[in-house]
């Protein structure tokens, strides 16, 4: 299993939605829900029949819509296609069955609409606006950025702009992310080794970010508080950190998985919790002082240190808050391919590897006092 | 016990001659006898008990008591002892009386004599006496008639003195009269010394009768006339035709005649100071244009800069301290003086110093520098020469200066010559990795190649120490002082040279592992791993050796920090190590980007029964076996897990039977749809987890083994993203047996192949609608064909 997400517009429970990868059976979309007091996981089960689910994202206005990026296998050809769907609304929100009916009398989900990829190619991923109402989409399709909107009430997509990636070879999208600043006009793009920024008014190029990686490019997350920065991940191992008015030079660099890093976010609250997630099935929670919008370091000015002995043990205390690996997390057997930070709890994040092993994880209880405080 | 003996004293041997022997020497003598244990000597302890020298008890000290010692012995001894010590004393009471006899005896002849001679000196006085008395008498007679002489001359003697003072007088006033004409005449010769000797002598007087009319007359004519000698002078000073020493001559002469000294000075300096400059001149020209080479060697350049303007300068100085400082005139005109000699000097040895400096600068071929240090040396102690005449002045101090520069900027362009040289040495290497493909049938040794850059490079290193080294000769005027024995032994050459050298080796070397991070970069992937051995070399011993000559030859003195042998080392290896580790990378990737490529590129679903194995597969058996050569060229061999040479098909029928089988398993059971990998996880459980792009050790199947992981797990997870048809997966499974049947010798654990190979194949399957396994028989046979 591959696709994870969190369910974004829910901010009370904590609840992730998961997609599996199957060939063989019907693929499900599960919706897991954390019950944080007591420990508890709950499953709910949808039916996702038209295939295997390589990419998923939930809507961020409605909790029951989502939009899905799965395989159809037809006359011995593979073909990536993107739906939008709602999910039956008694699951919305959360669960109202006992954990132990397995039974699972599984549900179907609604199509709402279909994102129509015959003229563009595979579909790579679907992202939402991030703070919209639910109504724009962006997919990638190969080497096509499609913009789209949902029309009467998302039973229809029309394709509103689109803009092509043109250079010698065959050019193909691996993943994107949209800008939660800027009036969301801003999406970012990776092809390749190279990182795009895009503007979604003109569907223009406006920044772009050449070998960003040595190698191919797996993921990009924005910082969600400052409007600037940007994280990406790749095949060299690396998850660099830009600065998108700067682009010759990474602002830093972290070279601490030992194979391809699939995945990194920040912390929706907290920017300067940054996870990446890797084929070396470990997960790295990292701690980027430095660069978070964060106060950092001193705030209190030299004169006032030394007037007041108080103060400066209160500011030594403070101090050691440095760049460094908070924790690695080694559950995982196989390849993580996904982490997310959970929408409800921000101390809270799930990941999820080859094996369709999920973990959830906290962030440790000292830390979370050390910046709470 | 021998002393004694050999004394004048009475042999020990003779008992009855020992007592009164003793008494007649010094107490002092006798109690250094008795104070010895002789048989003679007990028998004295036991009349003096306890022995007590000088005490009252002590019958022979100074200070004896007879009531005190009576009542001692009395006290102390037996009635038989009594008895044999007052026999004992009556004895010696006796023999003490016979010596006083035989004593008086000798002694009264001596005194007889003694009377008869003083009688006979009383006769001899008296005669002496009469003729003292006839002596004084003639005397007095004597002294009456000098009296009567000298009385009579004295009118005589007074009248010739007056005559004589009258004589002198006459001579002085014709000298004075006869001075304008010699005067003239002497400057006519051109014996202005003569001239100046003269007037000198009657300019007093002149001074001293200008208020009568004749000498007033004498008075202006030789003014006149010396004022004219003197305008002769100045103009023959000002002329400057005239040696240093002519000219000397003159600055004395116009001295004597009372020419202000400071316009002097400044005069004779102005008048040297244009000599000096028109020599630096040349000494200029002879610098050759700023861009342009230098018309002579740095050595003739000194050399003749020595020999004319220092030389001159100290001339200069020498004749200008004779006339103007060491004279004993007013305090305050030496003072000035030596004032302005020290600003002349210092301004014109500053010209000086640039003119060497710009010559020095000049210097910057990096081969023998024996020329220049022989220069500098020569420079350096002319200097010193020149310092010791004028000690106020600082040319000395600024000419070590020039000189600690030069060796500083010596040491630069050293480092800076080696680091080019060993950059040439990476071009070369470079090039012949890149040439010789078709030349040769093989490609380039790189032991070779590596065996030529280390010996080229530490000869390098060994000259430029040689050539260094003669800034600390023995016989080089400089190299004791305290900056070249201390601080340019260990900050210049050891920390400045030779650890600058080694860092910026590990420099370079890390810089080939940072830019190269963009799409494989431009080095080629041997040179990696040839640094990376030169490195690790470097590390083991060659550091060592480096710094150990270094501080053999440059005994080093000072107490400054230095960088221990131990942190170089560790920086080397670990640039080694990251090159290494580079070096794994960049062949990992080449031969990864090639199986992405072949997955990426295929129609997996649409693919025919497979025949044979596929020629990517080929590709990177054969380019792992010219890694091997390659690497096994510069690294050892290394451990290996025990394995049998068998060892390839027998695990592998293990891994494609039972394993796989076990595998696939869940995967056709439709029942728990949701725990299909469960088995393979209880099976991973037990696996070590794999770290892919690990650091590697420092030998030939470590580095093997990092290549082939990288390029299995990217084959892993190139394979995951597709989807396969039957026949696709048939395929990977010949081509995972095939890689099986070569890779396994490569690595040190045949078993990580194994897992790796397994995964793939496993998760093919998993990525397979239609999961169809070939016969391993079949397979078996293909890759043998193959």
Redesign the interface.
Same mark, same amino acid.
């Given at each position: 299993a591959r696709a994870l997400t969190p369910q974004i517009a829910e901010t009370d429970a904590i609840r992730f939605l998961i997609g599996?990868q &199957?060939? *063989? #059976?019907d693929n499900q979309i599960h919706i897991i829900d954390f019950d944080d007091e007591n420990n508890i996981i709950n499953k709910n089960v949808l039916i996702h029949q038209v295939g295997e689910i390589w990419h998923i994202s939930a809507s961020p206005a409605d909790k029951g819509v989502l939009a899905t990026c799965y395989?159809k $296998?037809s006359d011995? *050809?593979?073909m990536t296609c993107a739906a939008v769907w709602r999910m039956p609304k008694e699951l919305e929100s959360g669960s109202h069955e006992s954990p132990d009916d397995s039974s699972s009398n599984t549900q179907t989900l609604e199509l709402l609409c279909h994102l129509d990829n015959t003229a563009h190619g595979n579909m790579a991923c679907v992202i939402w606006e991030p703070m919209g109402d639910g109504k724009k989409l962006i997919s990638l399709a190969d080497n096509h950025l499609l913009l789209w909107d949902l029309q009467e009430s998302s039973s229809n997509a029309v394709l509103s702009n689109s803009a092509a990636l043109e250079g010698k070879g065959q050019l193909k999208f691996t993943s994107g992310r949209w800008s939660p600043h800027h009036n969301c006009t801003q999406v970012t793009t990776a092809n390749d $080794?190279a990182i795009r920024g895009w503007d979604t008014r003109s569907m223009r190029q406006i920044y772009y970010i050449e070998?960003a990686h !040595?190698?191919l490019v797996r993921d990009l997350d924005f910082n969600p508080n400052k409007q600037y920065y940007l994280a990406s991940c790749g095949d /060299?191992?690396k998850v660099k950190f830009w600065d998108t008015r700067n682009v010759t030079e990474p602002v830093k660099t972290l070279e601490e998985h030992?194979?391809?890093v699939w995945n990194v976010r920040y912390n929706h609250s907290h920017d300067q919790l940054v996870l990446s997630g890797s084929? /070396?099935?470990r997960i790295i929670l990292s701690n980027m002082v430095s660069i978070s919008s964060e106060p950092f370091g001193h705030l209190v000015d030299d004169d006032e240190l030394s007037d007041q002995e108080d103060h400066h043990q209160e500011e030594k205390t403070k101090e050691p808050l440095q760049d460094s690996i908070i924790a690695t997390y080694?559950e995982h057997? /196989? &390849?993580v391919y996904a982490v997310e930070w959970s929408s409800a709890d921000p101390w809270l994040f799930a990941s999820l590897s #080859?094996? !369709?092993?999920l973990v959830i994880n906290r962030v440790p209880r000292a830390l979370k006092y050390h910046i709470l405080l | 016990m021998s002393a004694p003996q050999g004394g004048p004293l009475p042999g020990p041997g003779e008992p009855g001659s020992e007592a009164p022997g003793g008494k007649r020497r010094p107490h002092g003598m006798l109690k250094l006898y008795y104070g010895l244990p002789d048989p003679a000597g007990e028998a004295r302890g036991g009349l003096a008990p306890g022995g007590d020298p000088g005490g009252p008890t002590d019958i022979n000290g100074a200070h004896f008591d007879p009531e005190v010692f009576l009542t001692k012995l009395r006290k102390e001894c037996s009635l038989t002892q009594l008895m044999d010590c007052e026999t004992d004393m009556v004895k010696q009471i006796r023999a003490l009386d016979s010596d006083m006899q035989t004593l008086v005896y000798e002694n009264y002849n001596k005194f007889i004599s003694a009377t008869d001679t003083i009688r006979k000196m009383k006769n001899d006085f008296k005669k002496m006496e009469d003729e003292m008395d006839c002596l004084a008498a003639n005397m007095s007679v004597i002294t009456e008639f000098s009296a009567c002489i000298s009385s009579t001359l004295q009118d005589q003697h007074e009248q010739i003195t007056k005559l004589s003072g009258v004589h002198t007088l006459l001579r002085k006033l014709q000298f004075l009269f006869e001075l304008p004409a010699r005067l003239t005449k002497c400057v006519e010769l051109e014996a202005y010394g003569q001239a100046v000797r003269y007037y000198s002598k009657a300019r007093s007087i002149l001074h001293q009768y200008q208020h009568m009319p004749s000498f007033q007359g004498i008075q202006d004519d030789c003014q006149k006339i010396m004022a004219n000698l003197a305008q002769k002078l100045r103009e023959k000073f000002r002329d400057g035709g005239s040696g240093a020493k002519d000219l000397a001559e003159c600055v004395e002469l116009l001295l004597q005649l009372d020419e202000p000294a400071e316009e002097l000075c400044d005069e004779f300096l102005s008048h040297a100071r244009c000599r000096l400059e028109a020599e630096l001149e040349a000494l200029e020209a002879e610098l050759g244009k700023p861009c342009g080479a230098p018309v002579t060697d740095i050595l003739e350049f000194i050399d003749r800069g020595c020999n004319i303007f220092v030389s001159n300068m100290c001339l200069v100085i020498a004749s200008y301290q004779e006339l103007f400082v060491s004279r004993e005139g007013v305090q305050g005109i030496t003072r000035m003086a030596q004032d302005k000699l020290v600003a002349f000097v210092n301004s014109l040895m500053e010209t000086y110093f640039s003119l060497v400096e710009r010559r020095i600068q000049l210097e910057k071929g990096v081969g023998d520098n024996s020329l220049l240090v022989r220069a500098l040396d020569r420079f350096h102690r002319r200097l010193q020469a020149l310092a010791k005449l004028l000690p106020a002045s600082n040319v000395a101090a600024e000419g070590t200066e020039i000189v600690v520069r030069a060796a500083k900027e010596r040491i630069r362009q050293y480092l800076l010559a080696l680091q080019s040289f060993y950059q040439d040495c990476l071009t070369d290497v470079r090039q012949s990795l890149a040439a010789p493909r078709l030349a040769g049938k093989e490609s380039p040794n790189l032991a070779e190649l590596l065996g030529t850059i280390s010996a080229s490079v530490l000869n390098q290193i060994k000259s430029v120490l040689t050539y260094v080294h003669l800034f600390t000769a023995k016989d080089i005027t400089f190299s004791n002082k305290p900056y070249f024995k201390g601080e340019f032994c260990s900050q210049g050459v050891r920390e400045g040279l030779i650890v600058g050298f080694i860092k910026s080796i590990c420099q370079t070397a890390r810089q080939f592992c940072e830019t190269t991070g963009d799409k494989g970069g431009s080095t080629p992937p041997a040179l990696l791993l040839l640094l990376s051995r030169l490195c690790l070399d470097y590390e083991t011993s060659t550091i060592s050796y480096i710094l150990t000559l270094t501080d053999e030859q440059f005994l080093v003195q000072d107490h400054s920090p230095i960088t221990p042998v131990t942190s170089l080392c560790a920086e080397a290896r670990e640039a080694a190590q990251r090159l290494l580790n580079h070096y794994v990378k960049v062949q990992g990737l080449i031969i990864s980007q090639m199986l992405r490529k072949s997955v990426e590129t295929r129609d997996w679903v649409n693919t025919i029964e497979p025949r044979n194995v596929r020629a990517v597969m080929k590709r990177v058996v054969e380019d792992t076996t010219s890694i091997d050569v390659q690497v096994g060229l510069l690294y050892e061999e290394g451990v290996r897990k025990a394995q049998s040479s068998d060892s390839s098909k027998r695990t592998f029928s293990v891994y494609s039977s039972s394993r796989q089988q076990s595998r696939y398993a869940p995967s056709y059971t439709p029942s728990a749809p949701l725990d299909t990998n469960l088995l393979s996880n209880i099976q991973k459980l037990f696996s070590e987890r794999i770290d892919i792009f690990s650091p590697v050790e420092f030998n030939k199947v470590s580095v093997l083994t990092g290549i082939i992981k990288i390029s299995l797990k990217t084959f892993l997870e190139c394979v995951r993203l597709r989807t396969f048809g039957r026949y696709g997966l048939q395929q990977i499974q010949v081509d995972c047996y095939y890689l099986q049947l070569y890779l396994w010798r490569f690595v040190c654990d045949e078993n990580l192949v194994h897992f790796l190979l397994d995964e793939i194949v496993g998760s093919t399957a998993h990525r397979c609608p239609d999961p169809v396994p070939m016969e391993q028989s079949v397979i078996e046979v293909i890759c043998e064909r193959g």
């Open positions: 599996t &199957s060939l *063989k #059976y395989n $296998t011995s *050809k593979v $080794t070998n !040595g190698q /060299d191992c030992s194979h391809w084929s /070396d099935s080694e057997e /196989d &390849s #080859y094996d !369709g092993r | -």
